[in-house]
């Protein structure tokens, strides 16, 4: 006989009151890793959604701004090819051509050719590619038709700005281009040779079809077509590029050609490549927009799911920081009294094991024995409950990758490691007093009745 | 001298009276004697009895049991003292209910570091001598009284005590049961042993070699006599 072996006997004898004792530890445990392995998995779950989020959100952004910089380059694109040949919209006008006869019979009025050294000179901003031109509607007698005839000189560049590339070239002289109308009618070619108005020239370009006044036009140098319509020195009008096609800048633009050249008219042309590059502005200024509406409302969500989540956080964590004590005291409580009782159901035997010579500290052995046995026993099975219960309550899934990330940081696992030397200790100092008092009971006390 | 009760009173006293349990009783019994204390209930038989077993300290007066005062000793040493010394025997039985006949002969061993061997041998040795061996493996509630008293008997021999203390030990027990608990103790006391038997029991006194009466604590000499 051993006094450990005694302790078994006796569990096995009053194994309802062992099995509470049992249960209450196990409570106490479970309540104890349940709560932390909850709170931990709370924080696995928190930090896998928010990466869910962020990355969602990163996605999102992305595709935002992969739009905004297609809408961009998309802008600028077509900018450059539109504004390339058709680009000029700006047209600087003697103040005295009507608009309306420049419509419908094309231009009249004119100003001198100096002008535009003058705008060419001049700190201007708002525009670009000074381009001076004669355009008259004039018969072909040759051909004996009526065809516009524009005389370029090349563009003139802007001092201040440096050289840019030019948008067209310049027509040298002898040379001629022809729109899409006249070169179908006339069934020319690039190197053919023509006679307009008694001079011969050599055709330089042919224009594809624009569906504009361009397809009846004629371009020569600008020296020739002044000569051949008698305006040495003079031109109708000065085309233009505005810098930045986006918003209305025609105002800023008429305000500051007219304190260079007073006496002249801003007229926009309204070009279809405008109105689509307008268009096209508008669209990345939308997409922009909806960038940063997607950033801001994207950063107000995560701080809001975070917040959420560290709200249910706290509040799990709060509860564990009431029940877990609570739980505590109470088994200490519920072992102390179990103990209590049990120590009064054995006067007898305790009474009579002192009287055969067992010592004190012997029976107190006897009764720590069994609360280990409930501390062992209840801690273990404390452990594996309270953490199954964390688990799903905390609603892990029962993949490797979360099992890792709860005991990534040891404070888990520290906790159930220590779960058991709780148990043993909660048992143990519960137990204390009543294996103390059944200890000193008297067997003189127990024993005198019989 | 075996056992030496020289003079030991002991007085219970609570909140409303104090009752002389045992009022100046002196005792000897030798190795081999089978000395009987015989009184009416109430008389301080069990009081004087776990005096004479080191459980109760008297008030005053001496015991002295193979020439050691129990009470001399610390508790522990006092434990050990009683565990090698003395064997007891109630009317109650006084069994350990959640253990076999088996580990109730052999709980004095516990208090005894000895050869776990050698101390099972003897107590399975016992078992045999009380005709317990078939039930060896049962617990006291599956039991007769006869059989209770035995495996107390044998819990009591284990530790091959020099004196056994019996209260009222065939108080429980049928008039069968009873003689061959007597006989047991007889024997022990044929081989050397002192006993000590208390009881109200005429038939009981009958097997002791000397009976002393006790009347309201005190021992009463008009009526001492020898088996
Ligand atoms: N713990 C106690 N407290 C107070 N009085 C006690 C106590 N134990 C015994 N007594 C009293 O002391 C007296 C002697 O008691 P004791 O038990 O020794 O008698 P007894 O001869 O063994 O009686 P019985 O034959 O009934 O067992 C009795 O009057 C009893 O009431
Ligand atoms: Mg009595």
Known sequence: ?450 | MLLLIDGVSRTYTDAHSTVHAVDDVSLQIAAGEFVAVQGASGSGKSTLLLMAGGLLKPDSGQVQVDGQDPYGLKPDARADFRAQNIGFVFQQFHLVPYLSVLENVLAPAMAVPGTEAETRDRALQLIERFGLSDRQQHVPAKLSSGERQRTAMARALLNQPKLILADEPTGNLDHDNADTLLGYLADFAADGGAVLLVTHDDRAVACAQRVVHLQNGRIDQAVASSA
């Open chain 1, 1 to 450: 006989m051993t006094v450990w072996r005694l302790a078994i006997r006796e569990i096995r004898h009053r194994k309802l009151s062992f099995l509470m004792g049992v249960i209450s530890v196990t409570t106490a445990v479970a309540c104890l890793v349940g709560a932390k392995t909850l709170l931990r998995a709370d924080r696995v779950i928190t930090d896998h959604l928010m990466q869910a989020k962020q990355s969602e959100v990163e996605t999102a952004i992305a595709a935002k701004e992969e739009s905004v910089k297609q809408a961009g380059a998309e802008l600028e694109d077509a900018m450059r090819k539109h504004m390339k040949g058709l680009g000029f919209n700006i047209l600087i006008l003697p103040e005295e051509q009507s608009r309306s006869e420049m419509l419908l019979n094309g231009m009249s009025a004119t100003m001198p050719e100096s002008y535009v050294d003058k705008l060419g000179q001049s700190k201007i901003v708002t525009i670009n590619h000074l381009l001076p031109s004669v355009s008259q509607r004039v018969q072909w007698p040759e051909h004996d038709r009526e065809v516009m005839l524009i005389g370029t000189r090349g563009e003139v560049p802007i001092q201040h700005r440096g050289l840019k590339k030019p948008l067209l070239e310049e027509v040298a002289e002898g040379k001629m281009v022809v729109g899409y109308e006249i070169q179908k009618e006339l069934e020319l070619k690039v190197g053919d040779t023509v006679t307009f108005r008694e001079h011969d020239f050599t055709i330089s370009e042919v224009h594809p079809e624009r569906g504009s006044t361009d397809d009846v036009t004629v371009w020569i140098n600008l020296g020739q077509a002044q000569e051949m319509l008698g305006m040495q020195n003079l031109i109708n009008a000065i085309l233009a590029l505005e810098c930045d096609c986006a918003g209305d800048r025609i105002s800023a633009i008429r305000a500051e050609i007219e304190g260079i050249l007073p006496g002249t008219q801003v007229v926009e042309k309204f070009s279809q490549a405008l109105a689509r590059a307008e268009a096209r502005a508008k669209a990345k200024e939308t997409a922009e927009s909806a960038l940063a509406r997607e950033k801001e409302s994207s950063q107000a969500m995560l701080v809001r799911e975070e917040q959420g989540r560290q709200h249910l956080e706290q509040q799990h964590a709060g509860f564990a920081a009431v029940l877990v004590p609570l739980v505590l005291v109470g088994s200490a409580v519920t072992i102390f009294l179990l103990a209590l009782t049990n120590a009064r159901q054995r006067t007898e035997e305790i009474g009579i094991l002192r009287a055969v010579g067992l010592q004190a500290r012997q029976i107190i052995l006897v009764f720590l024995s069994k609360a280990a046995a409930i501390g062992i026993m209840g801690g273990l099975l404390g452990i594996g409950l309270g953490y199954c219960v964390g688990w799903s309550l905390g609603g892990l899934s029962s993949n490797q990758l979360d099992w890792q990330l709860l005991f990534a940081t040891g404070d888990l696992l520290t906790t159930i490691i220590s779960a058991p030397i709780l148990a043993l200790a909660l048992s143990g100092i519960a137990s204390w007093l009543p294996a103390l008092m059944a200890a000193q009971k008297d067997p003189a006390v127990v024993l005198q009745g019989g």
